[in-house]
């Protein structure tokens, strides 16, 4: 089956991470080599944790 495309493998890793409940998100270069559909997935996942949840995050673009 191979992997999944690289936006859904983002959104996978963040949600596997979520299972844990975090308090505190670290992300480094969290939209790196994605298309701009994906990107906006991933920013708007990261927003509702946010705004929604209350989850901290410390983020790092290149």
Same mark, same amino acid.
């Given at each position: 089956?191979?992997?999944?495309?690289?936006?859904?493998?983002?959104?996978?890793? !963040?949600?596997? *991470? &979520?299972? #844990?409940?975090p308090g505190f998100?670290?992300?480094?270069?969290?939209?790196?080599?994605?298309?701009?559909?994906?990107?906006?997935? !991933?920013?708007? *996942? &990261?927003? #509702?944790?946010?705004?929604?949840?209350?989850?901290?995050?410390?983020?790092?673009?290149?």
């Amino acid at each position: 089956m191979g992997d999944p495309p690289g936006g859904q493998q983002q959104r996978l890793l !963040i949600a596997h *991470v &979520l299972t #844990r409940r975090p308090g505190f998100l670290l992300l480094d270069e969290p939209v790196a080599n994605l298309d701009v559909r994906s990107v906006s997935g !991933i920013v708007g *996942v &990261l927003r #509702r944790l946010w705004v929604g949840q209350g989850i901290a995050m410390l983020l790092r673009f290149a």
